[in-house]
């Protein structure tokens, strides 16, 4: 952030103005600018604040400036520290315009007068009225003085005749500016006038002194002391800036940034990184033309060839050439490096440069490059992120990413017109996504298009997406092709980063974790984090997160290609299974301590598998890892996709994962056709799936075909989880009795095989059968039951579940303490393990539980926590549950009734019978509250008779209470 005192009390940050607030906040703000990082007392503040009489509250006042402006400044690069005794900015010296202008009076003094002139120009140039607080008036008539006086030193008198009029009528009395404009008059010919202007001092009285009465004789003698000097010829100044890209579109953000990286009037490093065709040379060469105008003294270019077919320049070939540009004789230019280096430094000293290093291979071949010169700005462009210039040279770094979507499609635009983008605007917007919005494509695909104007963007992007490093090369433009630019940065690799790099191009997902990368490349994870950092630092993968590293698409082809082309398919092959199995592996490790209740068909880990330490960790490895397994399931070998997805069955339930399950389902059925318990588990899996967004047509169909197959499979288990399946959906539509004969029946199957967490699922589901039949003793025991099986086997989410149901129960019964005491206990651990769908759940009881306790505000509540989390999770059957909840504890009947409305439509939607009977009977109820008997009598009725023909004994009870 720059700070402005010299005239109004102003911050500009990115090239914006900061608001600062009122005027004795801002003058608070300059008192701690001009003193930076140094303590400034409060009672100093005080007195300068207000000079002549500070209220009372002064202090306290300042106090408060201070705290505002802390908070404003809070995340810049100033900020105001507290001390015991007052306050310190602290800060760069040269963000504050009345230390820039300061330091360049000093550096002035012994500069050479060509120099002299250009810095006291630039001082004076900051100046726009004295600072709020000091006296700097006359160190400014002393830097104009010195300005006059260097300037006619060389020669240009008729520059500052004009000037130094205005500026003796402004100041007659000051003797210095009188003598100086005198000799300018002389020197062009006007010495009577000269002689007047001394005459005029006289007139007001003041007596001249030695230096001036001198001058009029020398005049008066036409003493050739007086001539002007003679001047060298003017130097040409280097220009070599490239010229400006002329499509050059977007990254306003990264041009800003470098202004900040560079401010006016500081020396500063600027490394830009990035990978190969990202732009970082056509960035680089924008900023500099919007700039040039700060290095009066010229800007000097150079191509390092760091990435490129040939050797890369040497340190001193450089020199040689930026020496001839600043006009040293071939001949005087020093051979050795060491010595062409410091006379490079000495020239460029007091001097303002620009320094553009492109292409450069390493911090090495930079450094001999870099002045001293507190003036100059150095630029550098490089696939390296170039940390040791950052460690030790104090340079900035600028990591240059692909381009924004809008302004890859921007650049597409700006290179084929409007009208043809406009036309097939959706064309445009796929094919900046499959150029990865990398500029170099984007360009090349243009340039392709561009060609054929007739050529539909469509075609284009179909050919591009079966070939996209052979179509985006231009012919006869070798060195254009992204292949090659990629190329490029893979020849300067040791062969072991090069094996890495191929053989990550064959990770199917988005990005890869060290532990999978260590699989992939059989390697311990120590050295995989290693050759990773190394391919990262050249900007040939990135680092997306800690521990995670990804490719955009168009270097995941190249690495991809050259995998295939280089190591053979044996190898890829291999490879692969290394990650597709480390991947299986621990998505089953992760899902036996999440999900240990999910059936799954049995699998034994390809070898070692590091224990997770806890429910969080296993889920946040299913979480970050996600992306990548569903790729695996779409791309891998078909015995990983259906255990994939066998596996991820309980991840996609509990996390409520609708969008992902249903395609890998359908894969694994792909993938398993020639294993039947695998062809089980698979259309098991799909048929939850569509029971989970409620679809239960197909839930019926997918489950149906799941238990032929488990019983042809030989496969128990399978066949006991179709059953408990198929008993759901009859339980949602109404079939209690159909319910409770297959909850049953796969208990039967279950105490043939043996107890195991499946067990609870029929348990649970006969309670709530017998529950909702107005049996609450009963459906207390199932519970029990259940309860005792989850915490023998040690499953907690089972457990969780036993308790949501039996407090629910106890809620019935009219024993709301223990109710929530249950409840709470199964929330707690629904959170803990992170079941999204199950907390909203649960959530709707204590709504419930809360209201039945007087706590009417809790109630409300809960239940919109409710409803938010169950309208996320995407469970139609918890959010009717929700609404339900909330249409009980919310006030405003109107607005009870719009709850049990909308809860009774999606229970119709769905074919959810209980709920759809439930909402008929609360929104009858309420019907009758806001007098509307005959809406009440027709709902009531409906309700009855639903609730009869389902058997729903407890909810026919209080519909015909309400009748």
């Given at each position: 952030?720059?700070?402005?005192?010299?005239?109004?009390?102003?911050?500009?940050?990115?090239?914006?103005?900061?608001?600062?607030?009122?005027?004795?906040?801002?003058?608070?703000?300059?008192?701690?600018?001009?003193?930076?990082?140094?303590?400034?007392?409060?009672?100093?503040?005080?007195?300068?604040?207000?000079?002549?009489?500070?209220?009372?509250?002064?202090?306290?006042?300042?106090?408060?400036?201070?705290?505002?402006?802390?908070?404003?400044?809070?995340?810049?690069?100033?900020?105001?520290?507290?001390?015991?005794?007052?306050?310190?900015?602290?800060?760069?010296?040269?963000?504050?315009?009345?230390?820039?202008?300061?330091?360049?009076?000093?550096?002035?003094?012994?500069?050479?007068?060509?120099?002299?002139?250009?810095?006291?120009?630039q001082a004076l140039a900051l100046w726009g009225g004295p600072p709020p607080v000091g006296d700097f008036d006359e160190i400014r008539r002393s830097a104009v003085e010195d300005l006059m006086d260097a300037r006619l030193r060389l020669?240009?008198?008729?520059?500052?005749?004009?000037?130094?009029?205005?500026?003796?009528?402004?100041?007659?009395?000051?003797?210095?500016?009188?003598?100086?404009?005198?000799?300018?008059?002389?020197?062009?010919?006007?010495?009577?006038?000269?002689?007047?202007?001394?005459?005029?001092?006289?007139?007001?009285?003041?007596?001249?002194?030695?230096?001036?009465?001198?001058?009029?004789?020398?005049?008066?003698?036409?003493?050739?002391?007086?001539?002007?000097?003679?001047?060298?010829?003017?130097?040409?100044?280097?220009?070599?800036?490239?010229?400006?890209?002329?499509?050059?579109?977007?990254?306003?953000?990264?041009?800003?940034?470098?202004?900040?990286?560079?401010?006016?009037?500081?020396?500063?490093?600027?490394?830009?990184?990035?990978?190969?065709?990202?732009?970082?040379?056509?960035?680089?060469?924008?900023?500099?033309?919007?700039?040039?105008?700060?290095?009066?003294?010229?800007?000097?270019?150079?191509?390092?060839?760091?990435?490129?077919?040939?050797?890369?320049?040497?340190?001193?070939?450089?020199?040689?050439?930026?020496?001839?540009?600043?006009?040293?004789?071939?001949?005087?230019?020093?051979?050795?490096?060491?010595?062409?280096?410091?006379?490079?430094?000495?020239?460029?000293?007091?001097?303002?440069?620009?320094?553009?290093?492109?292409?450069?291979?390493?911090?090495?071949?930079?450094?001999?490059?870099?002045?001293?010169?507190?003036?100059?700005?150095?630029?550098?462009?490089?696939?390296?992120?170039?940390?040791?210039?950052?460690?030790?040279?104090?340079?900035?770094?600028?990591?240059?990413?692909?381009?924004?979507?809008?302004?890859?499609?921007?650049?597409?635009?700006?290179?084929?017109?409007?009208k043809r983008i406009v036309a097939e605007r959706v064309a445009v917007a796929e094919l900046a996504t499959a150029c990865a919005r990398l500029p170099l494509a984007l360009r090349i695909a243009a340039a392709q298009l561009a060609e054929n104007p007739h050529r539909r963007i469509d075609d284009y992007l179909a050919e591009l997406r079966e070939n996209p490093l052979a179509e985006l090369s231009v012919d006869g433009d070798e060195e254009g092709a992204v292949r090659t630019a990629f190329g490029l940065s893979y020849a300067v690799l040791k062969p072991d980063a090069r094996r890495a790099f191929r053989l990550l191009g064959l990770n199917p997902g988005p990005d890869v974790s060290v532990e999978s990368a260590a699989a992939l490349l059989d390697q311990l994870p120590g050295e995989t984090r290693r050759l990773l950092a190394r391919l990262a630092s050249r900007h040939l993968i990135d680092q997306v997160s800690p521990g995670r590293y990804s490719f955009h698409d168009l270097l995941r082809a190249y690495a991809g290609a050259r995998a295939r082309e280089e190591d053979g398919t044996q190898t890829c092959t291999a490879?692969?299974?290394?990650?597709?199995?480390?991947?299986?592996?621990?998505?089953?490790?992760?899902?036996?301590?999440?999900?240990?209740?999910?059936?799954?068909?049995?699998?034994?880990?390809?070898?070692?598998?590091?224990?997770?330490?806890?429910?969080a960790s296993a889920g946040e490895w299913l979480d970050d890892e996600r992306p990548n397994l569903l790729a695996a399931v779409q791309n891998g070998p078909g015995w990983l996709a259906w255990r994939l997805g066998d596996v991820l069955r309980g991840y996609f339930y509990f996390r409520r994962r609708f969008a992902d399950w249903v395609p890998v389902a359908q894969a694994a059925i792909a993938a398993a056709a020639d294993e039947p318990q695998g062809l089980a588990a698979a259309h098991l899996s799909l048929g939850l799936a569509y029971y989970s967004v409620s679809q239960y047509s197909q839930a019926v169909e997918q489950n149906t075909l799941a238990l032929r197959l488990a019983v042809e499979a030989g496969w128990e288990h399978g066949e006991i989880g179709a059953q408990n399946n198929l008993a759901i959906v009859d339980h949602v539509r109404g079939n209690l009795d159909s319910a409770a004969e297959r909850h049953r029946l796969a208990m039967v199957l279950q105490q043939r095989i043996g107890p195991d967490d499946h067990e609870q699922i029929a348990l649970i589901n006969l309670g709530k059968i017998d529950e909702q039949r107005g049996k609450l003793d009963e459906a207390a025991e199932?519970?029990?039951?259940?309860?005792?099986?989850?915490?023998?086997?040690?499953?907690?989410?089972?457990?969780?579940?036993?308790?949501?149901?039996?407090?629910?129960?106890?809620?019935?019964?009219?024993?709301?303490?223990?109710?929530?005491?249950?409840?709470?206990?199964?929330?707690?651990?629904?959170?803990?393990?992170?079941t999204v769908n199950d907390e909203a759940h649960t959530l709707t009881h204590l709504a419930l539980i809360h209201d039945a306790l007087g706590r009417s505000e809790k109630a409300l509540e809960t239940a919109e926590a409710a409803l938010a989390l169950a309208t996320d999770a995407g469970d139609r059957r918890t959010?009717?549950?929700?609404?339900?909840?909330?249409?009980?504890?919310?006030?405003?009947?109107?607005?009870?009734?719009?709850?049990?409305?909308?809860?009774?439509?999606?229970?119709?939607?769905?074919?959810?019978r209980y709920e759809e009977t439930e909402a008929l009977i609360g929104v009858a109820a309420l019907y009758r509250v806001v007098g509307l008997p005959d809406h009440a009598l027709t709902h009531a009725r409906h309700a009855v008779r639903l609730a009869g023909d389902a058997g729903f004994r407890l909810l026919e009870a209080q519909a015909r209470a309400v009748l």
């Open positions: 952030m720059e700070l402005r005192l010299l005239g109004a009390v102003e911050a500009h940050e990115g090239g914006q103005p900061v608001e600062l607030g009122p005027r004795q906040q801002r003058l608070v703000l300059a008192v701690l600018a001009l003193e930076v990082n140094t303590l400034v007392p409060v009672e100093r503040l005080v007195e300068l604040v207000w000079p002549d009489s500070p209220p009372r509250t002064a202090v306290n006042a300042v106090r408060t400036y201070v705290s505002k402006l802390r908070v404003l400044l809070d995340g810049r690069d100033v900020d105001i520290s507290v001390e015991e005794t007052g306050y310190v900015l602290r800060g760069d010296p040269a963000r504050v315009d009345v230390h820039r202008f300061l330091a360049l009076v000093e550096r002035a003094r012994s500069a050479e007068d060509e120099d002299k002139a250009r810095l006291l120009g020669g240009r008198h008729a520059d500052v005749v004009d000037e130094l009029a205005e500026l003796v009528d402004e100041h007659p009395g000051r003797e210095r500016l009188v003598r100086q404009l005198m000799l300018a008059l002389y020197r062009g010919g006007q010495a009577s006038q000269a002689l007047e202007i001394g005459r005029r001092i006289r007139e007001l009285g003041i007596e001249p002194g030695e230096e001036l009465r001198q001058l009029e004789l020398d005049i008066l003698r036409n003493d050739p002391g007086l001539k002007p000097p003679v001047v060298a010829a003017k130097v040409l100044v280097p220009a070599q800036l490239p010229p400006l890209p002329g499509d050059f579109t977007g990254r306003e953000a990264d041009l800003a940034r470098l202004d900040e990286m560079a401010p006016e009037g500081a020396a500063a490093i600027s490394a830009i990184s990035g990978t190969a065709g990202v732009g970082k040379t056509a960035l680089a060469v924008t900023w500099a033309h919007r700039v040039r105008e700060r290095f009066p003294d010229g800007q000097l270019h150079v191509d390092l060839r760091g990435y490129a077919p040939g050797p890369p320049l040497r340190p001193e070939q450089v020199l040689a050439q930026f020496l001839r540009a600043l006009g040293m004789p071939a001949e005087q230019i020093p051979v050795d490096a060491d010595e062409a280096s410091g006379t490079y430094r000495t020239l460029l000293a007091y001097k303002r440069i620009l320094v553009l290093l492109d292409n450069a291979g390493s911090a090495g071949q930079v450094r001999p490059l870099l002045p001293s010169g507190v003036g100059c700005v150095v630029v550098v462009t490089s696939r390296d992120r170039l940390e040791g210039l950052v460690a030790t040279d104090s340079a900035r770094r600028l990591a240059l990413d692909v381009l924004p979507h809008d302004e890859a499609v921007a650049l597409l635009t700006t290179m084929l017109g409007r490879a692969e299974k290394r990650l597709f199995e480390h991947y299986l592996d621990y998505a089953s490790a992760a899902a036996d301590v999440l999900y240990p209740q999910v059936l799954r068909v049995p699998y034994t880990p390809s070898g070692p598998v590091k224990p997770f330490d806890s429910q199932w519970f029990s039951q259940s309860l005792a099986v989850c915490q023998a086997n040690g499953s907690r989410h089972g457990e969780a579940t036993s308790l949501e149901f039996h407090g629910y129960n106890a809620f019935l019964r009219g024993e709301f303490g223990l109710a929530e005491d249950q409840c709470a206990q199964a929330l707690k651990v629904y959170r803990e393990i992170g959010e009717i549950s929700a609404r339900l909840s909330l249409g009980v504890v919310v006030r405003d009947p109107w607005a009870a009734v719009d709850q049990y409305e909308r809860a009774l439509g999606i229970a119709r939607e769905i074919g959810a």
